[in-house]
């Protein structure tokens, strides 16, 4: 079975880091297919209870595929669920954009 921390660490980055960089206003074929694979996560997911539970939290908190900020918003949130189902600390998700895209103020 698949490192599920490692697997975790490498997945959150990608998916912040493209929902950082996600279109402000992307085309309707952007927002189908990031639809697609954030849909794809509960079906493929390497790691089995990882993908119920998410499939569960995105049916209750659907994906908003509107534009980057609210994309970055929402992804930031889903992963604060499971931060908290893991007794992690919860991350300030105004802070998304310096930790995904910006980098520290100077
Ligand atoms: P991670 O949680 O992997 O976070 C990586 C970095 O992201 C952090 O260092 C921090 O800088 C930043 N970050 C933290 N929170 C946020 C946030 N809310 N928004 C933006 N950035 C943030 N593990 C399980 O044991 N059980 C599960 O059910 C489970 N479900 C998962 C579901 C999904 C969809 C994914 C992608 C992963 C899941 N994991 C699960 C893995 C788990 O979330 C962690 O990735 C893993 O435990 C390693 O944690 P970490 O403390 O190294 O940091």
Not at 56 to 67: F, T
Request: hydrophobic fraction near 30%.
């Amino acid at each position: 079975p698949p490192d599920v921390e490692q697997l975790g660490r490498a997945t959150w980055t990608f998916l912040h880091t493209t929902a950082a960089y996600y279109p402000e206003k992307p085309t309707p074929n952007q927002r189908a297919n990031m639809l697609m694979l954030l849909r794809s996560l509960p079906v493929l997911y390497p790691c089995t209870w990882c993908a119920q539970d998410f499939g569960e939290d995105i049916e209750k908190n659907p994906p908003d595929v509107s534009g980057r900020v609210a994309l970055s918003k929402w992804l930031c949130e889903r992963h604060n669920e499971v931060n908290e189902k893991l007794g992690k600390v919860t991350f300030n998700c105004a802070k998304v954009d310096e930790r995904w895209k910006d980098g520290p103020p100077d």
